[in-house]
């Protein structure tokens, strides 16, 4: 069984401009959470979409979006980047119940210069 | 907001010392998780605990709930170099997300 996989695992980009990041779950994973992971504030919750819906979101600005596709392969967009959005984009899928077990992938990880 | 502390933030031991990592919640949790991430690598999921006094056992790995479902442990015995990483708790702070603790991260010394 394929794992999570994450694309670009690895980007830079420059304040102002934005990004799209991509997460493909787990075969018949329909939950999808993202996280941001800095050395300073650890593991931040960002959104959880569940059949194509959001179901749950953190706290973060409004320049931080997702959106999730009907084969539940999510997208995660930031605009207008700040040097602050610097970190390892996770996405992690899920069963069907948000407070179960996650399946991590690799990461995408941001650079903003 | 939900606070989660995980104390202590970081530990270095010796190969073959033990190490225990504590993670504390400010209210109730209805499941706790573990999670180990190796360094360069991503979270790993090691167990969930659901009961309250619950304790699991994985090799030398020892998870323990709170009996007020408040708070958790994490020990290892005889640690190995193989251990190394961050070990996170992770729950269901709130309604329907999972937070994760500010994590310990372990270091051993061969």
């Known amino acids: 069984k394929a794992g999570v996989t994450q694309t670009p695992r690895y980007l830079i980009k420059t304040r102002g401009q934005q990004v799209t990041l991509s997460c493909s779950p787990i075969?018949?994973?329909?939950?999808v959470s993202w996280y941001q992971q800095t050395p300073g504030q650890g593991l931040q919750f960002l959104f959880e979409?569940?059949?194509?819906?959001?179901?749950n979101k953190g706290n973060f600005p409004g320049r931080f979006s997702g959106r999730q596709f009907s084969n539940s392969r999510s997208e995660m967009n930031v605009s207008t980047l700040e040097l602050g959005d610097s970190a390892l984009y996770l996405c992690?899928?899920?069963?069907?119940?948000?407070?179960?077990?996650?399946?991590f992938g690799e990461g995408s990880r941001l650079t903003v210069l | 907001g939900q606070q989660v502390m995980q104390i202590p933030q970081y530990q270095h031991v010796q190969e073959g010392e033990d190490f225990t990592t504590y993670c504390n919640s400010s209210?109730?949790?209805?499941?706790i998780q573990w999670y180990k991430q190796r360094p360069g690598g991503h979270p790993v999921f090691l167990i969930q605990?659901?009961?309250?006094?619950e304790v699991k056992k994985q090799k030398r790995l020892t998870f323990q709930f709170g009996e007020a479902k408040k708070n958790s442990s994490l020990h290892i015995t005889a640690t190995q170099t193989t251990d190394v990483g961050t070990y996170f708790c992770?729950?269901?702070?709130?309604?329907?997300?999972?937070?994760f603790g500010t994590g310990t991260r372990l270091q051993v010394f061969p």
């Open positions: 992690a899928s899920g069963r069907t119940d948000p407070r179960g077990e996650l399946f």
């Open positions: 075969s018949g994973h329909r939950s």
């Open positions: 979409y569940f059949s194509e819906t959001q179901r």
């Open positions: 209210t109730t949790l209805s499941n």
């Open positions: 605990l659901v009961k309250s006094g």
């Open positions: 992770a729950g269901p702070w709130s309604t329907d997300k999972l937070i």
